[in-house]
């Protein structure tokens, strides 16, 4: 009797799902033709287009095939000292002194273009950053819309949204965005200061500035008065110019944490406000009764989504270790059924890593990884044979000290950990320089209270991950950043109180 | 000795693990963003006509009724070439003698409702006896019932002994146990009943009767692929699917594929392992291979109706 149970033990070691099946589906692809891109783009001033200073213009290319899709300007200091006269300009003449409601009129009739051209600025988005059109058409774009409309409906409750206090706007907004997200963090930024009366210069990353230029073609379209929202393309060079300007009232930044420290440093002794949302190495959390489906499926989604180019991706797993076995095989058959390729088929789970640099620090994980002696696994899927791509990645085997679970790797890799008690994982979870989000997975809602309590990060997921509304604050603790955006909290960082 | 195969050993069914329903609800909605088109569409469509139980389940049943079903069975659209057959009639056990004749050794399977279905609130005896009359007349597949009202009462020994005591009546038909979900109420109660009946010797788990709203949803069938994946990894012995009723277009039948294909892989995809239990469903996807081959929907009026 002991000889077959063996036997039966050793035999469901080998057992194994097969997902390469023999019905599959056809490639699905979104259509390019129904997005114009022209093929070189000026910068956004005063309501116009205006040529670069210095003459010189950069490619921005398609991270799926490496081929250019257009050229846009390489701004300097006197492109960014005309963005921000026009953005000064614009603040005295007109949008301080246009009525609150009349503001929210421009912010709807924005909100509504960009619903409008959903389609259009979902293929730049996925053409231009890499990311899958299913998410680009169901997430970006929408939540984009999404913060506009939101944010029109504050203009003109201001007045009443602080008893016995009267608010004015700052003034110039300087806003720096990252490659992630790109219109996203457009509409994240550019919403919420002309909500407040303020003017803005922006400033895209330089791999994805087209979806930018398209709302910059929108903004222009919806009789925005000329100089309120300036939009200028450049490299870091371009963005440090924005940064040390001395008319610039307010900074917000996006993007990663080194960036983040030079910024505050730049701007000690003036009085510009600053918030910085930065980097993140979330600690998704796994006790032995959560429903383990599910928080697989959390977890897929929590690093995997935007082939993990997400600062508060899940990149570290903490899974209680008496469930740990279970919970790894399920998230490796889940990876087995990830798509990779083409970002623009509409069945593509994980598209193109948005830049060779960016490819090259994956990679460079990978390697570190693998040398600290953490067990690699990846899913078995195939790689187009151009562009820039990344199978998901996950790494068991992996201690509190290694590399891959302490810095952020900003790409679809996924670093395993385990633990025995509640105090234990809280402790390991806080042991992170970062703090922008956690999430937790359990069937017991004490054990979320008491974890939320006590985790130091700014967003704490219980039993989801990722979700993102408008309504809601977002920030980080400790490296991650400082202030909050988003929801009411974003107003009040907007706004002057006399 | 027949306890040392782990299926055998009887889990306790109250830790069964726990279902978080937005998690699941998000999750079978991800597999309808799924787009099917040309040759995976027509060879899906093609599939999901070979796993259908077409099924007639009426009081005013008659033996022409069912005869005219069964042709409609092996011949589902005579005016096209290559299109398959179905999987399985679907039956009351006083109808099997009159398809199993009329489908005669067209490959097609008999399969019987039975236990007092659909309520199955009926003695066990009767429900065994229900059972072996359906089998002796020729069933070749068993639909039964379990007794949701002991389930809910926490008598999942009663459950279990019930679906063991039908498995064994059933000799080598093989049997579908349905656990009627619209009247469990929650996931976690899916769960659980998927488990007790794995364990009890079902070889199909079945969502619904069709009698009762909500029958197959998504979500629900999703939770109990799961099940079967993890019975599958525990013990290495397959379970079949049979999500039934509410499924009556093609588009929402490929989008259970996907599901199948996602959660459980290659091994499922064929009607041995996973069904359709629905009777408008089929018309509905010859329309559409019609439509695959010659580009124009045709009018309801060149189907069928049966």
Same mark, same amino acid.
């Given at each position: ?385 151009? %562009? ?22 900003? =790409? ?87 | ?118 309520? %199955? ?27 949701? =009202? ?73 939770? /109990? ?10 013990? %290495? ?21 996907? /599901?199948?294909?996602?959660?459980? =892989? ?41």
């Amino acid at each position: 009797m002991a000889v077959k149970a063996k036997k039966t033990a050793r035999k469901s070691n080998t057992i194994k799902l097969k997902f390469d099946t023999s019905w599959s589906y056809d490639p699905a692809p979104e259509s390019k033709s129904a997005a114009s891109i022209k093929p070189k783009y000026d910068h956004f001033i005063n309501g116009a287009w205006v040529k670069p200073a210095g003459g010189k213009y950069f490619d921005s290319i398609n991270p799926a095939n490496e081929e250019k899709l257009s050229e846009v300007a390489d701004g300097n200091e006197a492109d960014v000292n005309k963005a921000v006269s026009a953005a000064r300009n614009a603040y005295e003449q007109t949008w301080q002194k246009m009525p609150a409601k009349e503001r929210a009129k421009y912010i709807f009739r924005i909100a509504r273009m960009v619903q409008e051209k959903a389609r259009e600025l979902a293929i730049i988005e996925t053409l231009d950053g890499g990311k899958p059109i299913r998410e680009s058409r169901d997430f970006d774009v929408p939540t984009a819309a999404n913060h506009f409309f939101y944010y029109a409906g504050w203009a003109d409750k201001l007045e009443y949204a602080f008893p016995n206090r009267k608010t004015s706007a700052l003034g110039v907004a300087g806003q720096i965005i990252p490659w992630n997200f790109p219109l996203l963090m457009a509409a994240w930024k550019i919403a919420p200061a002309l909500a407040t009366g303020n003017t803005v210069v922006l400033k895209p990353a330089e791999t994805t500035p087209l979806t930018a230029l398209k709302l910059a073609e929108i903004i222009q379209e919806s009789d925005l008065p000329p100089g309120v929202v300036n939009i200028i393309t450049g490299a870091g060079a371009t963005g440090a110019d924005i940064v040390n300007h001395p008319d610039i009232n307010k900074i917000a930044f996006t993007g990663s944490t080194d960036v983040g420290k030079l910024i505050q440093r730049a701007v000690a002794g003036t009085n510009k406000r600053v918030t910085l949302e930065l980097g993140g190495k979330a600690a998704n959390i796994i006790f032995e009764d959560a429903p383990l489906d599910q928080a697989v499926e959390g977890v897929i989604n929590g690093i995997y989504f935007n082939q993990g180019h997400v600062c508060c991706a899940g990149s570290r797993l903490y899974v209680q270790e008496s469930v740990a076995k279970q919970v790894i095989r399920k998230l490796k058959d889940r990876m087995e059924t990830l798509i990779v390729g083409d970002p623009l088929d509409k069945n593509t789970d994980i598209g193109a890593i948005n830049s060779r640099q960016q490819l090259d620090t994956i990679q460079r994980y990978i390697k570190i990884g693998k040398q600290e002696g953490a067990e690699m696994y990846e899913s078995s899927c195939r790689l187009p044979g151009k %562009g820039f791509f990344c199978r998901p990645t996950l790494f068991t085997n992996v201690a509190q000290s290694n590399r891959i679970a302490q810095e952020e790797i900003f =790409g679809p890799v996924l670093s395993v950990l385990t633990f025995r008690t509640d105090d234990e994982v809280i402790e390991k979870a806080n042991n992170s320089p970062y703090g922008l989000s956690a999430g937790v997975w359990t069937d017991k809602g004490s054990k979320i209270f008491n974890l939320t309590k006590r985790m130091r990060a700014g967003v704490v997921w219980a039993n989801t991950f990722n979700k993102f509304d408008p309504t809601s604050p977002f920030g980080g603790y400790k490296e991650s950043g400082f202030g909050r955006e988003g929801g009411f909290a974003w107003v009040i960082a907007l706004c002057e109180f006399n | 000795m027949a306890l040392a195969k782990p299926y055998l050993t009887i889990p306790d069914f109250t830790l069964s693990p726990r279902i978080d329903q937005v998690g699941v609800e998000e999750r079978a909605s991800r597999f309808t963003k799924r787009s099917i088109k040309k040759e995976s569409k027509m060879n899906g469509l093609k599939l999901v006509l070979n796993m259908i139980d077409l099924t007639t389940l009426e009081g005013k049943d008659t033996d022409g009724k069912v005869k005219q079903l069964c042709y409609k069975a092996m011949h589902p659209h005579d005016a096209i070439e290559g299109i398959p057959t179905v999987a399985a009639v679907c039956v009351y056990p006083s109808m099997v003698k009159v398809a199993k004749k009329a489908l005669g050794d067209s490959g097609i399977k008999v399969a019987s409702v039975a236990t007092a279905f659909p309520s %199955g609130q009926a003695p066990k005896d009767v429900k065994i006896r229900d059972t072996r009359f359906a089998v002796n007349e020729g069933a070749d597949e068993i639909d039964m019932v379990i007794s949701r =009202g002991k389930f809910h009462a926490g008598e999942y020994q009663f459950v279990f002994d019930e679906i063991a005591a039908i498995k064994e009546a059933c000799g080598e038909a093989r049997l579908k146990v349905i656990l009627e979900t619209g009247e469990l109420g929650t996931f976690d109660k899916v769960r659980r009943a998927s488990d007790i009946a794995m364990h009890a010797g079902a070889d199909f788990i079945k969502t619904s009767t069709g009698k009762i709203q909500p029958a197959a949803t998504m979500p629900v069938t999703l939770v /109990m692929l799961e099940a079967i994946r993890d019975f599958y990894y525990a013990t %290495g012995k397959m379970i079949g699917m049979k999500p039934a009723g509410g499924i009556s277009k093609s588009k929402l039948a490929l989008h259970y594929l996907v /599901m199948v294909k996602e959660v459980l =892989g290659d091994a499922w995809l064929n009607n041995e392992w996973f069904r359709f239990g629905a009777s408008s469903l089929a018309n509905d996807v010859l329309m559409q291979i019609v439509k695959e081959q010659t580009g124009l929907y045709q009018a309801a009026n060149y189907f069928s109706v049966d």
